[in-house]
Nanobody
Framework: QAQLMESGGGLVQAGGSLTLSCAAYGITFSDNVMGWYRQASGNERELVARITPGSSTNYADSVQGRFTISRDNSKSTIYLQMNSLKPEDTAVYYC???????????????WGQGTQVTVSS
């Protein structure tokens, strides 16, 4: 059974940086698209970034140039380096994993429990 374990959330001042990690278990990591969604209070969940098995990346316009997603296949882990954080980045960040064949249907994949990121002004 797939399990995703997130870490690295916390409280940071605006302009600061955080790095989120997501370790995957029970999946063939190299066959999966991995990524991050976030959900702010009262808002819908939105895609932040995703990375394919071949390390192609996609970012939300709101984080382009500030966030960097990467993967380490040897550790079955992805990372989200978040720089120049803004108060509007405050949200619960969820890691997801979905087989490449279902890349456009992340709801059919596996999800972590979420990690809170709070950016103070």
């Amino acid at each position: 059974q797939a399990q995703l374990m997130e870490s690295g959330g916390g409280l940071v001042q605006a302009g600061g940086s955080l790095t989120l990690s997501c370790a995957a278990y029970g999946i063939t990591f190299s066959d999966n698209v991995m990524g991050w969604y976030r959900q702010a209070s009262g808002n819908e969940r939105e895609l932040v970034a995703r990375i394919t098995p071949g390390s192609s990346t996609n970012y939300a316009d709101s984080v382009q140039g500030r966030f960097t997603i990467s993967r380490d296949n040897s550790k079955s882990t992805i990372y989200l380096q978040m720089n120049s954080l803004k108060p509007e980045d405050t949200a619960v960040y969820y890691c997801f994993s979905v087989h490449l064949a279902l890349a456009h249907h992340p709801n059919l994949g596996s999800w972590g429990q979420g990690t809170q990121v709070t950016v103070s002004s």
